[in-house]
């Protein structure tokens, strides 16, 4: 079992930054990470995902090149670096760590693994 923190939510003008980290209660290495998110009324999205390694990433078409997701194996922590933020942005985002590859969970879109609680993101015009 793997429990999952996220940290770095808040409130964010558009065109404004946050950091966003998720720190897991066991050894990360064997886990592609990721980060997913829903806004009210929606469904869960994906949003990015990164190889165990840290050698590959994905992103959403959505938040490509405003988006940088990074982990540190050595800390059990994923990084979602977020730029450029649009008022679309505004979600809860998740967390995610899969024990599939990273291709995987891309190619899908889903995961059905380890879930972190949220944390709230809202961007504000």
């Known amino acids: 079992q793997v429990q999952l923190v996220e940290s770095g939510g808040g409130l964010v003008q558009a065109g404004g930054s946050l950091r966003l980290a998720c720190t897991a209660s066991t050894r990360t290495f064997n886990y592609a990470m990721g980060w997913f998110r829903q806004a009210p009324g929606k469904e869960r999205e994906f949003v990015a995902t990164i190889s165990r390694a840290a050698l590959t990433t994905y992103y959403a078409d959505t938040v490509k090149g405003r988006f940088t997701i990074s982990r540190d194996n050595a800390k059990n922590t994923v990084y979602l670096q977020m730029n450029s933020l649009k008022l679309e942005d505004t979600a809860v985002y998740y967390c995610?760590?899969?024990?599939?590859?990273?291709?995987?969970?891309?190619?899908?879109?889903?995961?059905?693994?380890?879930w972190g609680q949220g944390t709230q993101v809202t961007v504000s015009s």
């Open positions: 995610n760590a899969d024990w599939r590859p990273a291709r995987d969970v891309y190619s899908s879109k889903y995961s059905n693994a380890f």
